[in-house]
């Protein structure tokens, strides 16, 4: 978890005119005289997937290792804007009948999706299923950023990470881990090693921008350490190290006489910002220094995150208030739920994308190799075998579903027509059943013919935009030198960054000695502070499709530059590869009680939105309002069982 304030595209442009531009092709550098150090797979080239819609079967297709924009690229999204802006339909050609006919199609590739097609298998073995999904490489957001580095293997997830959730996993979720293998404990156990990077004198480190601050500078963050000597060097005036002091020391009961239900009422109508400037009455500086923190997990800032959600997690100035532990009720959760509440911290070095191939390979035996959950870190997928007349299950990529309608009336019809956009035409299936586990709020454009208050309740929850960024770097020798391994940068384009973390696992092995090429992950929240939360994400959105890939690559080498430059860093040299994974529709909206009302039971959107219609159930995290992997297994589920 991390964060920054918006910096929009083109606002660093003057300190970025400086660097010298190195070539870069779709983020990969380019070996000049053998003089680059990342010896990369041969690269699967991006034009032929845009252009090819069935290349998924043709040789060398293998997305995990293409570099540049990534997430929603170029060429993924545009048939589904077209969609909304009721752009599609005049200009569309005739339809092709495939002539193909499923037990169920599912509409969107990502968790929920494949956990649909297992979970309907569980229920008639031998159905015949088809998975849709318009990205190039399965997953949705769990996607696998890999790696050649040196001629080793080097993995890091492009979107969902962890098997953690602030709820403990249902017996749903977790007994699909167990189908698959997965023993978070155990693996816990057996492959990560949390502590590495802290056994080497690494620290955390908060970088102040002379943008925000008047000054650049990188103070440690060691822990135990008093805040005071932390804060020693920092850009800062006195009254704002004694403000932060205080925040995190929280002594005070700033609501002296209330209860702790009454104060836990207040928080959840204030903001953190609020809270901060009003109630600890905190320099505008020590704001700014907290005004990102609730990026990584919120996708929003201080500004529009309530007071007593980020203090079920934990941050810091609520310690005197003597609150009673508990979740905050609106979010369902509490930083204790993370110590003791049944759930998971487990991370595959390529996040949950190891998830989704292991459901891929429970769903597709003869597309991935092996049998364990350790071994398919390594083991590549054939993307060929994904698509085959014979088998049962199949997953089509590049392909986005644009029309999903009943044979008849929905009540009483016994199909269901799906229509897809690939490769420039448009083709049809047909099907007992379909699950959508696609974005909620797509939907009402693929069935219009949904009652309207269920396609306004599905249209109110859109995803929250964020950017996961893989960089790949000669060494990490500046880090060992800085003593650092995760860095907050609040002002900064990136929040956040942080060297992989280090999982040795089956056949793969993660980077140990500082003069390894190793992989970055960076984190950028676009926010539009002060507004609320929704809108903000619009704007959000708007700004991730706008920027253009050297903008990114541009700010992530004046930022490495400033941060790790007094390390011997020099960005132009140790920068190998880039991988910005763009996610306009990230997170599931999870309701806010700063801008959200209270609805009754039953009544809140993603309720009213994910009801069955017909033939056709709702799956995805959005269809939970909450944006975790054992979310959209229980919707999978439940949507599944809704058709039986
Ligand atoms: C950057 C990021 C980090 C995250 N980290 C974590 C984490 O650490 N732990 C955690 O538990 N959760 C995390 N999450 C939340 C994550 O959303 C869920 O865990 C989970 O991956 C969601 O799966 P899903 O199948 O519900 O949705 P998605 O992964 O969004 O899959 C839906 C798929 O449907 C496709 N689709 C949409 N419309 C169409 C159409 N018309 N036709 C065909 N296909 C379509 C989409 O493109 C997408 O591929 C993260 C999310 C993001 C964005």
Request: contains cysteine; charged residues 20%.
């Amino acid at each position: 978890m991390s964060a920054q304030k918006n910096n929009p595209s083109g606002t660093l442009a003057a300190a970025a005119d400086g660097i010298t531009r190195r070539d870069f092709l779709d983020g990969v550098a380019i070996a000049i005289g053998g003089a680059a150090s990342g010896a990369f797979l041969p690269r699967f080239v991006a034009a032929a997937v845009a252009e090819e819609a069935a290349a998924q079967d043709a040789a060398g297709y293998y997305p995990p290792t293409l570099t540049g924009l990534r997430g929603s690229y170029p060429g993924s999204f545009e048939t589904a804007h077209a969609l909304r802006d009721a752009d599609f339909w005049p200009r569309a050609g005739a339809i092709a009948a495939t002539g193909e006919d499923y037990d169920l199609v599912v509409v969107g590739g990502g968790i929920s999706g494949l956990a649909a097609a297992h979970f309907y298998r569980a229920r008639r073995p031998d159905a015949r299923i088809l998975i849709l999904d318009n990205h190039d490489d399965v997953g949705g957001h769990a996607k696998r950023n890999e790696f050649a580095l040196a001629g080793r293997l080097a993995l890091m997830n492009g979107g969902t990470y962890s098997i953690d959730s602030p709820r403990p996993y249902s017996a749903i979720a977790d007994g699909l881990l167990r189908t698959l293998g997965v023993d978070p404990a155990a693996l816990t156990k057996k492959c990560a090693d949390e502590k590495f990077y802290a056994a080497h004198g690494l620290a955390r480190g908060i970088f102040f921008d002379r943008e925000t601050f008047g000054a650049d500078k990188l103070v440690m963050a060691r822990k135990g350490a008093a805040w005071r000597d932390i804060l020693a060097g920092a850009p800062l005036s006195d009254k704002a190290c004694d403000d932060i002091v205080r925040i995190e020391e929280g002594k005070t009961d700033y609501f002296p006489g209330l209860s702790s239900a009454e104060k836990k009422a207040r928080l959840a109508r204030m903001s953190y910002r609020d809270f901060l400037r009003d109630v600890v009455k905190a320099d505008p500086a020590a704001l700014a220094v907290y005004q990102a923190r609730s990026h990584g997990e919120w996708g929003v800032g201080a500004d529009a995150v309530s007071a007593l959600d980020v203090w079920a997690f934990d941050f810091p100035g609520f310690q005197g208030l003597k609150l009673e532990p508990g979740p905050a009720p609106h979010m369902g959760y509490t930083a204790a739920g993370y110590a003791d509440g049944g759930s998971y911290t487990f991370h595959f070095p390529d996040g949950n994308a190891s998830l989704v191939r292991l459901l891929v390979r429970n769903l597709i035996p003869e597309s991935l190799p092996g049998t364990s959950a350790e071994d398919v870190v390594t083991a590549r997928l054939d993307y060929a075998r994904l698509d085959h007349a014979e088998a049962p299950v199949r997953i089509r990529l590049n392909a986005t579903a644009v029309r999903v309608r009943h044979g008849g009336d929905a009540a009483s019809a016994n199909e269901v027509e799906i229509v897809y956009a690939q490769g420039g035409g448009l083709s049809s299936v047909r099907a007992r059943a379909c699950v959508l586990a696609c974005y909620n709020m797509i939907i009402p454009y693929l069935c219009p013919e949904l009652p309207e208050r269920q396609k306004e309740a599905l249209h109110y929850a859109s995803k929250i935009p964020l950017i996961y960024t893989s960089v790949a770097l000669r060494n990490w020798q500046a880090f060992k030198d800085l003593g650092i391994a995760h860095v907050y940068a609040p002002g900064s384009y990136f929040s956040s960054l942080a060297l992989n973390e280090v999982v040795d696992i089956g056949g793969y092995a993660s980077a140990r000695s500082p003069d390894q090429p190793v992989l970055l992950h960076l984190v950028r929240v676009p926010v539009a502070p002060g507004l609320p939360e929704r809108e903000q994400h619009r704007i959000g959105r708007r700004d991730i499709l706008a920027t253009s890939f050297e903008t990114y690559e541009r700010n992530i080498r004046d930022q490495l530059d400033r941060i790790l430059g007094p390390g011997g860093f020099d960005a132009a040299r140790d920068i190998t590869a880039i991988t910005v994974n763009r996610w306009p529709h990230g997170y599931a909206y999870e309701y806010n009680p700063l801008f959200d009302p209270d609805w009754p039971p039953g009544e809140a959107p993603h309720v009213v939105g994910r009801a069955r219609f017909g033939r056709i159930t709702i799956a995805n995290s959005d269809a939970a309002a909450a944006a975790y992997t054992d979310s959209a297994i229980d919707q999978a589920h439940r949507a599944v069982q809704e058709l039986f």
